[in-house]
C-alpha cells in the first residue's frame, strides 16, 4: 500500500510525503506418509511453515522551482528512510502415530523439531539535486549529492557520499539548425559523469554467525554451536563512477528518433563471495574483491512507418554492446578462480577463472579434443589374455590405464624451447597446468526489436529479443551424458551416440570412461538465441459505445510469451544462468525453462 500527501506553498516551493508498506504472510504445509517414497515405509513426516515479513519506505521530499527570465532553476533536497524485517518459523515431527492428523498435531510426533529466524535491514538517504537550465533548457546543468547508510554494512563503512553531474545541449535550437535544416525536429547532446553505490548483500555479514547442531554427550543429548560463517569487519560499499556522452536525435517531425549513447564505468570494492578452500572449514566470504572495467555502446532507434487515420505502424530497434575486464583483485592476485555447488564431484573443482586484464568469469578446464582412439595406442595381449592398450610415443594422457573413448585433452604449451619467454610446447602429460579459459558467458550484443501496429480499433504488438556471442557451460550432460558410476539414471537420448566398440568414431566418451568427470569445452556451448518473446493483440471499444456504462476506455487483448525461439543451443532454455554471478555466468544445471504464457484480460477505466 502507499499512501502520500502534497502541500503546495507560494513562490514555486512544494513538499511532499511519501509512505509505502509491504506485508506477506504465509503458510506451508507438509505431509509425507510411512509408504511415500521419500520415507521409504518408515516413520510418516510432518512439517509446517510459517513466513511473517513486512516493510516500510518513508520519503520526504522539498521541491523548489522558478523561472527568472530565460533562466530556470529546480531545486529538490530528499530524505528517505527503509526498514525490512523477515521471520520465518518452521515445526517438524518424524513418527506421526495417526497419519490421519497430518500436519496438525506435531507435538505428537517421536523426534519434533522447530527452528526460527530473524532477519532485520534499514537503509537511510540523503539528497540534494540543483538543475540548472538557460534560454528555454537548450542548455542545462544537472548537479546532485546522495548520501546514503545501510545497516548491512560493517561499522565505519556504512555511511558513502555519491555526487553527480550531467550537461546538456540541445543543439536543434540554436538558429544555425533552425535556420537551415528544417528536417532535423531533435538534436541534443548530453554528458554525465556519476558514483553510484551498491549494499546489497545478505544482512549480518559482517557478523561470524554460529549454527546449532544437536549432538550425544555420553548418554545425554546436548546442544553444541560452532561457526557457520567468517566475519568481515571492513565490509563496505560497491561503488560504481560512470561517464557517458549520449545523442539524442528526431529527424521528419519525429517520424525517425532515437539515441546513440557510449558509456564507461569503473566498479571498484566489488561485494563478491570469495570462494575458500574446503579445509577451512567454510565455503565463502563476502568481501570487497576488485575492480572491473565495463565500456559500452547502446543504440536505439524509433520509426514511425507509416500513419493515417485507419492504419499505423511503428517499430523499435534497440542494440547494446558491452565488454569489461578485470582491472585488480583483492590481495594482489592476478587472478581467482570460483566454484559452483552442483554436485558433490565439483565442488572442490574451479569451474570459472577471472584474471587481470579479462573479462570477470571466463569458463575455466580443459580443452577437450574428442576421445582416444584404438589408432592412439599400441595394442597388445597380456599374460592373462586380456588387451593391452599402450599410448603410443608423444601422445599425452590424463589418467593411467587410459583407453580408447576416454577423454582425450589437450597438452597447453607449458615450455619454452625458444628463449623467447613464451610457452610453446606441451610437457607430455596432461595436469591442472593445461586447464585454461574454455568459454565467455558475457554476450557480444543483445538487443530487441518491437513492431506496433494499429488498425481502427484493434492493436497488435510483436516483439523479438536476441543474444549473440555468450557461452554457456551445460553442466546437464556433464550428467546425463556422463553417468560415470551412477546408476538408475535416465540419460539423454544422446547418450546413445556415445563411444562403443561398434561406434568407434564417436567423440562423446564411453560408458565409465575414466577421466571424464572434468569440467572442458566439450560441454561449452554457443548459447546465442533469437526469441519471438511476445505478441499481443487487443481490441479498443469506441467512447460513443461506452458513454451509457459510463466507462471511460474498455480494451480486451490476448497475448502470448515465450513463443518461439531460435538456437543452436541443447538445452531447454538458452536464457539461462542457475548460479548468476559476475564470477560465475552462464551456468546451466537443472534449470527450469521459461514456460510458454497465454493470457485472456480485459481493461477497463471509469
Not at 164 to 178: L, M, P, T
Not at 468 to 482: S, T, W, Y
Not at 538 to 556: D, Q
Request: proline residues 3%.
Amino acid at each position: 500500500a502507499t499512501l502520500y500527501a502534497m502541500i503546495k506553498l507560494n513562490n514555486g516551493l512544494s513538499y511532499r510525503v511519501n509512505f509505502g508498506t509491504d506485508y506477506y504472510s504465509g503458510q506451508e504445509q507438509m505431509f509425507y506418509a510411512k509408504a511415500s517414497t521419500s520415507q521409504g515405509f518408515g516413520n510418516a513426516k510432518a512439517e509446517q511453515k510459517a513466513v511473517f515479513d513486512r516493510g516500510w519506505t518513508l520519503e520526504h521530499i522539498l521541491s523548489y522551482a522558478k523561472t527568472f527570465g530565460q533562466h530556470s532553476l529546480n531545486l529538490t533536497a530528499v530524505q528517505s528512510a527503509q526498514k525490512f524485517t523477515q521471520e520465518p518459523l518452521t515445526a517438524s515431527g518424524v513418527g506421526i502415530p495417526l497419519e490421519s492428523q497430518l500436519y496438525y498435531n506435531l507435538g505428537s510426533a517421536t523426534t519434533q523439531g522447530v527452528t526460527s529466524n530473524f532477519t532485520q535491514w534499514t537503509l537511510m538517504s540523503w539528497m540534494g539535486r540543483a538543475i540548472y537550465g538557460f534560454k528555454d533548457n537548450r542548455y542545462m546543468v544537472t548537479a546532485s549529492l546522495r548520501y546514503d547508510g545501510s545497516s548491512r554494512l560493517a561499522d565505519g563503512h556504512k555511511w558513502v557520499a555519491f555526487p553527480s553531474v550531467a550537461v546538456a545541449w540541445r543543439i536543434s535550437d540554436e538558429s544555425f539548425i533552425k535556420d537551415n535544416i528544417s528536417n532535423i525536429s531533435n538534436l541534443k547532446l548530453r554528458f554525465g559523469y556519476g558514483k553510484t553505490g551498491n549494499s546489497a548483500v545478505n544482512p549480518y555479514e559482517t557478523v561470524g554467525k554460529i549454527s546449532s547442531s544437536r549432538y550425544t554427550w555420553g548418554n545425554i543429548g546436548a546442544l553444541g554451536y560452532a561457526p557457520s560463517s567468517l566475519s568481515n569487519k571492513v565490509l563496505g560499499w560497491e561503488t560504481t563512477g560512470q561517464y557517458n556522452v549520449g545523442l539524442d536525435f528526431g529527424f521528419f517531425n519525429g517520424r525517425i528518433s532515437g539515441s546513440i549513447e557510449w558509456y564507461k564505468q569503473n566498479t571498484y570494492d566489488l561485494l563478491m563471495p570469495r570462494a575458500l578452500p574446503e579445509v577451512s572449514g567454510f565455503g565463502s566470504i563476502t568481501e570487497n574483491v576488485g575492480e572491473t572495467e565495463n565500456k559500452g555502446l547502446e543504440v536505439t532507434l524509433e520509426t514511425i512507418n507509416m500513419k493515417n487515420k485507419k492504419f499505423s505502424w511503428t517499430s523499435n530497434f534497440n542494440i547494446a554492446f558491452n565488454s569489461n575486464k578485470i582491472t585488480a583483485l583483492t590481495e594482489g592476485k592476478g587472478e581467482i578462480t570460483s566454484y559452483v555447488s552442483w554436485d558433490n564431484k565439483y565442488k572442490t573443482m574451479p569451474a570459472y577463472v577471472s584474471r587481470i586484464g579479462e573479462s570477470a568469469g571466463k569458463m575455466y578446464g580443459f580443452i577437450y579434443e574428442g576421445t582416444y582412439k584404438e589408432s592412439d595406442f599400441n595394442v597388445t595381449t597380456g599374460a592373462n589374455g586380456k588387451t593391452v592398450y599402450t599410448l603410443k610415443e608423444g601422445i599425452p594422457a590424463y589418467v593411467k590405464d587410459c583407453q580408447p573413448g576416454d577423454p582425450k585433452y589437450k597438452d597447453m604449451p607449458t615450455i619454452d624451447t625458444n628463449g623467447d619467454g613464451i610457452p610453446d610446447t606441451g610437457d607430455g602429460v596432461i595436469t591442472d597446468d593445461d586447464r585454461t579459459t574454455i568459454g565467455d558467458g558475457l554476450p557480444k550484443c543483445t538487443g530487441g526489436f518491437t513492431n506496433s501496429f494499429t488498425y481502427k480499433n484493434w492493436d497488435l504488438s510483436i516483439f523479438l529479443q536476441w543474444s549473440l556471442g555468450n557461452d554457456i557451460l551445460n553442466a546437464n550432460r556433464m550428467v546425463f551424458e556422463n553417468p560415470a558410476k551412477k546408476k538408475n539414471t535416465n540419460m539423454f537420448a544422446s547418450y546413445a551416440g556415445r563411444w562403443t566398440p561398434e561406434n568407434s568414431g564417436s567423440d562423446m566418451p564411453r560408458a565409465n570412461a575414466l577421466g571424464s568427470n572434468e569440467y572442458s569445452s566439450l560441454y561449452v556451448e554457443d548459447g546465442s538465441f533469437l526469441k519471438l518473446k511476445t505478441i499481443s493483440l487487443g481490441y479498443n471499444f469506441s467512447a460513443a459505445m461506452l458513454k451509457k456504462a459510463h466507462i471511460s476506455s474498455a480494451r480486451v487483448f490476448v497475448s502470448a510469451e515465450n513463443i518461439a525461439t531460435i538456437t543452436g543451443y541443447s538445452g531447454s532454455d538458452p536464457e539461462v544462468s542457475t548460479r548468476n554471478s559476475v564470477l560465475t555466468p552462464g551456468f546451466d544445471w537443472s534449470a527450469y525453462p521459461r514456460s510458454f504464457n497465454a493470457s485472456i484480460g480485459v481493461n477497463l477505466t471509469f
